[in-house]
């Protein structure tokens, strides 16, 4: 009887975990606001390309190992990053101006050793002047889309000088 009932809760508690890892697998990813730690308002839209739907589910862009491993692909982001006058902060590859390089491995927040942590950034802007860019995040459609700054974070990503460990080709 006692061994009847040992065996019952393993196999509950078994499926217990299943179910918890399998909601992990389908977690949609939680992205926060560098300002404040708040919850950052970007979810999935009709418009977004598949690209920008995977990041959204899983943290990780897409585009970041395909322009690190093919420049001329990673031309794209660079021409976002042109168009949207980043380079007037940045510097025309990103090695700074009035606003820190982000290409090397002094880190304005710790949070850019990741794409999502850069993301964040971009898209809710800082505490340190950097603006809200992320239609969204913004509440102006004429902003830019989710997958306009994963190609940029794809670019910057492939310019990256900074020598060490490059976690986001771990993945």
């Given at each position: 009887m006692l061994g009847n009932k040992v065996a019952k809760i393993a196999l509950a508690m078994a499926l217990v975990s299943l179910l918890g890892?399998?909601?992990?697998?389908?977690?949609?990813?939680?992205?926060?606001?560098?300002?404040?730690?708040?919850?950052?308002?970007?979810?999935?839209?009709?418009?977004?390309?598949?690209?920008?739907?995977?990041?959204?589910?899983?943290?990780?862009?897409?585009?970041?190992?395909r322009y690190v491993a093919d420049a001329e692909a990673a031309k794209a982001g660079k021409k976002k990053f042109g168009f949207w006058s980043c380079t007037q902060c940045h510097g025309g590859n990103a090695g700074g101006q009035t606003g820190p390089s982000i290409t090397d491995a002094t880190w304005q927040y710790s949070k850019h050793i990741t794409d999502k942590g850069m993301f964040e950034t971009i898209a809710g802007g800082s505490n340190g002047g950097m603006p809200t860019w992320h239609a969204q995040a913004a509440g102006n459609?004429?902003?830019?889309?989710?997958?306009?700054?994963?190609?940029?974070?794809?670019?910057?990503?492939?310019?990256?000088?900074?020598?060490?460990d490059k976690p986001w080709l771990n993945d």
């Open positions: 890892l399998a909601s992990q697998a389908n977690a949609e990813c939680k992205l926060v606001s560098t300002k404040d730690g708040s919850p950052l308002p970007i979810k999935v839209v009709d418009t977004d390309t598949p690209e920008a739907k995977e990041f959204l589910e899983t943290c990780k862009n897409p585009y970041t190992k459609p004429e902003l830019l889309s989710t997958d306009e700054i994963l190609k940029m974070i794809g670019w910057l990503r492939s310019m990256y000088a900074g020598g060490g």
